[in-house]
């Protein structure tokens, strides 16, 4: 081969190299896109990674054929999970593990990338949020938050810090903070072993801190395209102190549910019913729901939420605490 053609080769040479791992994408449109799969979300939307277009969203039902993937994570609308390179002609998949296995593709509910290392399962989230109240007391709420998680193909954990305070004009200032550790071990067919470890203290209610471990098996019992629904139960040891009560220690059953839904805006709420071992009479209820609204690329627009309810509350407070934010969250 002379000079002239290896400097006409060698371009298509690199360019055969920079897109041999490559997925190909072809829509039923005719068009084609090539780039790495980065997942498949509600079992709607398909996102890929290409070199010249960033990004490309593309709906599931207009995919004709895929080929050439990389290993993914790829769980049934069942709850059933397999990981392995996925392939589609019309409406067969074929995903290509530790076995060959055939699927329909309005089985798919999601697909993920698979962590070939520990820095690949991350993600993290940091959100701020700020209220006004002017009446007969003046009151500015403002809100941070941060969360760091980590998924794998077979476990999820996920830890979680939020404090809000009030600042009163003619009261004094008041601070209520979370911490929250949870985790997940998955199972197929939606069963999850789940447990966490929640820190909380509310000046306003004057809880000086609660410890709250729980632990408990779950099953996801309804999971569609834009909704998902998730109950469990378990146990769960609780040890609180408010302020001039001596500290309490109580066992709680545990009983709850989890709620998503991804359409025209998202919604992430759970209720957890802990009633008392220990005391007949008393019934705790703990509510947190966030609605989200995309701005721009991974700014969101949140309405955030809670409730705490105790049916015997310490002399002088409320059965409910509750408090409403609006704010902006960032997803890294």
């Not at 039902?61 to 895929?66: C, L, P, Q, T």
């Not at 794998?152 to 200032?173: C, K, M, P, Y």
């Not at 991804?262 to 019913?273: C, G, L, Q, W």
Request: negative net charge; glycine residues 10%.
């Amino acid at each position: 081969m002379n000079f002239r053609c290896f400097v006409l080769v060698l371009p298509l040479l690199l360019l055969s190299m920079g897109t041999a791992d490559a997925a190909k994408v072809h829509l039923q449109d005719g068009s084609v896109v090539i780039g790495s799969i980065i997942g498949l979300t509600d079992g709607d939307d398909l996102i890929v990674d290409t070199e010249y277009m960033d990004e490309v969203v593309i709906e599931w039902d207009a995919v004709d054929r895929i080929a050439d993937t990389d290993i993914l994570d790829i769980e049934l609308y069942d709850g059933t999970r397999y990981a392995g390179k996925l392939s589609r002609e019309g409406s067969d998949v074929e995903i290509d593990g530790d076995s060959l296995r055939r699927v329909s593709a309005g089985d798919i509910y999601e697909v993920q990338e698979y962590n070939e290392t520990i820095l690949d399962g991350f993600s993290a989230e940091t959100s701020l949020g700020m209220n006004l109240i002017r009446g007969n007391n003046r009151v500015t709420q403002i809100s941070v938050g941060a969360e760091v998680g980590y998924e794998d193909q077979n476990f999820e954990t996920r830890l979680r810090g939020t404090s809000i305070v009030n600042e009163q004009v003619d009261a004094g200032d008041t601070r209520r903070s979370t911490l929250t550790g949870s985790y997940a071990q998955k199972f197929n067919k939606g069963w999850q072993a789940i447990g966490s470890l929640q820190f909380e203290t509310d000046e306003q209610q004057g809880l000086d801190r609660r410890t709250l471990l729980a632990g408990g098996i779950g099953k996801r019992v309804l999971n569609v395209r834009a909704h998902r629904l998730e109950l469990f139960a378990g146990l769960a040891h609780n040890v609180e102190r408010f302020s001039g009560i001596p500290e309490a220690t109580s066992l709680e059953g545990l009983f709850g549910t989890r709620y998503r839904m991804r359409s025209f805006a998202d919604i992430d709420a759970s209720v957890m019913v802990l009633p008392s071992l220990e005391e007949s009479d008393r019934l705790r209820v703990q509510f947190d729901a966030v609605l989200s609204f995309d701005l721009y690329s991974d700014l969101d627009f949140q309405l955030t939420v809670y409730d705490r309810y105790d049916s015997q509350p310490p002399a002088g407070n409320e059965k409910n605490d509750t408090g409403v934010t609006l704010g902006l969250s960032w997803e890294y």
